[in-house]
């Protein structure tokens, strides 16, 4: 068996080998090794043999062939509808082969696999919307994934995404202790303008249990100040894990079903140790795809539910606006063209379609929303999910999947654009970037700290 | 031949395909895997039924989802070809009568010229689609040669159907040639792609309940095919 030092079929499970494969700038020896990497053929037919059952085997056997999820892929309309790129034949020519050949693939062909599964379908789920047999493409290519991840044939940044699962239960290098005291010293930052500003650590039966997305620790803290804030100006009784706060996972992007796992139960762990009436996570897609859709079935629920009830940011959003907890201040509304993204971790894998506009209907001066066409669960994918944004390998084609997003937004007139989601955010952001089309984007914590009315007994005192 | 092919040949070919269906449709159902497709099928018993019944009752409906009505060429030979090759089997005038007199029961008869429509139209629709696997890169590359002999064997008995119909050449020879094109079809069926006649209802119900219990069924109206 040909195994690499970098690249091979053994998981990240130490600081030590995570701190090695990052050292190795874009992957160039990862790449390299990849390229002589054996594949374990009797493994990946056994794998196959244990896994893939009726749904997925009566998918690729009943499939028609009648191209009518073509169109409904942006990846094939964006890249001149490629017949190549049209769902069916992504998944026929890659799992369809594999099992054609009862796993007998060689090196080449799992590079192939690799490109299709990971730049070339970016599980945004729409063309099972499509159809006829309802055949979901993207859930196949999850599953072609998990295959590719297990003897070694994935992206050097999932690799090390996943790999950080496992070491740190996030996404990133972020300790539990990073975590809190960046949770704390972003709330004492504010303390002066929010008088009693707070993050209740480990508090045991808060109403609400809050977690992030690590990045939001490392990179961007202003927006657990920002979730702290309006925490308090609604008064809600709320908490976060001081571990098991990380909601995201890049394990689910990678095809580490086993990582996955470990992720979510640190989460799961946390709700049952701290038994919130309900978990909240930020406003990321993924995230919440991950813990609250995907993740109770990673973890062994027959339920198919989370052990708390868990909502997505946009859910208690519109409930506080809507009940009042959080009042807009209306001469500060939204004056201008704004539209808003749906991302498809939570729109069509969990139906959160109408809660965000109605979010729109408190915020935007009426007349001001212009939604995208098309939208709610028929809406495109921002070009950069299911971990295409963060893949060097693939930064040409995902800058070009960006154009369809680009066209979306221009085609409102909007210059401002509502992403509640990370992936989607960076996208946007991301063409921005490359296209220079004049817009700004936002989520929506950072537009809400500008337009709710604090409450009189907690303005700062002069 | 001709008493052979319907008394015998015509049990045989329908017991084939009934009890392959049956087989089908248990080792389907038996092979859903609550963790590994990760849908709680048993646990949300409403919204499941609820999602499965939307699933199938949208895309069983000509321009009841956004897909038909997107590409409504598509949708008409679909419908077209389907509503005649479920409707002329069973409820031709001529099928009841030897129905009648082999199995000893019968359906409703339908009017012949509604019939005749029907017939003409699966023919016509079955020769667009072959033209759109020709024709559509998108539809091309996906072609095999078994998707052309699944068409074949789908058209052959409406084709030799409407020869005897109109009784052009010698009727009783092309009487057995489209018997045997009937029970060869139907003897196909749970063996290939056909399967479908049972598989494109369970697979849609399938979906449904995945979105009907996971994917947002439960948080609102449910998906808008």
């Not at chain 1, 594949?39 to 059952?53: A, F, P, Q, S, Y």
């Not at chain 1, 789920?125 to 493409?137: E, T």
């Not at chain 1, 509640?420 to 929506?444: K, M, Q, V």
Request: charged share 20%; with cysteine; net charge neutral.
């Amino acid at each position: 068996m040909s195994e690499g030092t970098l690249c091979n079929k053994i998981p990240i499970q130490t600081d030590e080998a995570l701190k090695i494969l990052l050292s190795d700038t874009g992957g160039k020896q990862y790449y390299q090794e990849m390229k002589s990497l054996d594949v374990d053929t009797r493994l990946l037919w056994e794998t196959i043999g244990k896994t893939c059952k009726s749904r997925i085997h009566t998918w690729l056997k009943i499939c028609a062939h009648c191209g009518m999820c073509a169109d409904s892929c942006f990846l094939y309309r964006i890249n001149d509808q490629d017949p190549k790129q049209v769902p069916a034949y992504k998944i026929q020519s890659t799992l369809g082969e594999i099992i054609r050949r009862k796993g007998k693939v060689d090196n080449a062909f799992m590079m192939m696999a690799m490109e299709t599964a990971w730049a070339k379908c970016t599980c945004c789920n729409r063309c099972g919307l499509y159809c006829p047999h309802g055949i979901d493409v993207g859930i196949m290519m999850g599953y072609l994934r998990g295959l590719l991840y297990q003897q070694g044939f994935v992206p050097w940044e999932l690799k090390i995404g996943a790999g950080m699962h496992r070491v740190y239960h996030a996404q990133m290098d972020v300790t539990d202790d990073d975590f809190t005291e960046t949770f704390i010293w972003m709330a004492e930052e504010y303390e002066e303008d929010y008088p009693g500003l707070t993050v209740p650590v480990d508090k045991v039966g808060a109403d609400i249990m809050y977690t992030v997305n690590a990045r939001e620790v490392k990179h961007y803290p202003e927006d657990l100040a920002e979730a702290a804030i309006l925490f308090h100006l609604a008064g809600e009784d709320w908490t976060v894990p001081s571990k098991g706060w990380e909601q995201t996972s890049l394990a689910m992007f990678a095809g580490d079903w086993a990582a996955c796992k470990i992720q979510v139960e640190s989460v799961y762990d946390a709700m049952e140790r701290l038994k919130p009436k309900r978990m909240i996570g930020t406003e990321c897609g993924h995230a919440h795809r991950a813990t609250v859709v995907e993740g109770p079935y990673w973890a062994g629920r027959k339920d198919g539910l989370p052990p708390a009830e868990s909502i997505h940011y946009v859910e208690w959003l519109a409930e506080a606006l809507r009940t009042g907890k959080l009042k807009i201040d209306p001469k500060k509304r939204i004056k201008e063209p704004v539209t808003l993204q749906d991302s498809c971790n939570y729109v069509r894998n969990h139906g959160l379609k109408n809660i965000t506009r109605e979010i729109m209907s408190y915020i935007v001066e009426p007349g001001y929303f212009i939604d995208m066409a098309p939208n709610r669960e028929h809406n495109y994918c921002c070009g950069g999910g299911g971990g295409f944004n963060g893949i060097g390998l693939y930064r040409e084609q995902r800058n070009k999947a960006l154009i369809t997003k680009r066209d979306q937004i221009l085609d409102t007139g909007a210059k401002l654009v509502i992403a509640p989601c990370h992936n989607c955010w960076d996208a946007i952001r991301d063409l921005e970037e490359e296209y220079s089309i004049g817009i700004r984007w936002s989520f929506l914590k950072p537009l809400l700290i500008g337009m709710v009315e604090i409450p009189e007994h907690l303005k700062p005192k002069e | 031949m001709y008493n052979l092919l319907t008394g015998p040949g015509l049990w045989l070919s329908i017991g084939i395909c009934l009890v392959g269906l049956f087989v089908r449709g248990v080792l389907y159902v038996k092979g859903l895997n609550w963790q590994l497709d990760r849908v709680a099928y048993t646990a949300h018993p409403k919204a499941g039924i609820k999602g499965a019944l939307r699933s199938i009752f949208f895309w069983i409906l000509p321009f009841g989802t956004r897909s038909w009505r997107t590409q409504p060429f598509m949708t008409v030979l679909f419908f077209v070809f389907h509503i005649g090759a479920v409707c002329i089997p069973l409820f031709l005038y001529a099928h009841n009568m030897m129905f009648q007199e082999k199995l000893g029961f019968s359906f409703v008869s339908m009017n012949q010229t509604v019939a005749d429509m029907m017939s003409w139209g699966v023919i016509m629709s079955a020769i667009f689609l072959a033209i759109r696997r020709l024709v559509l890169p998108e539809v091309r590359i996906l072609s095999t040669p078994y998707d052309y002999l699944i068409l074949f064997l789908s058209a052959a008995p409406f084709i030799t159907g409407l020869i005897c119909r109109y009784e052009i050449g010698d009727y009783s020879f092309f009487l057995i040639v489209h018997i045997i094109f009937g029970e060869i079809l139907l003897i196909s069926i749970p063996f290939t792609k056909l399967s479908h006649i049972l598989l494109f209802f369970l697979s849609r119900a399938q979906i449904g309940m995945d979105f009907g219990i996971k994917r947002g069924g439960m948080k609102g109206k449910g998906m808008a095919w």
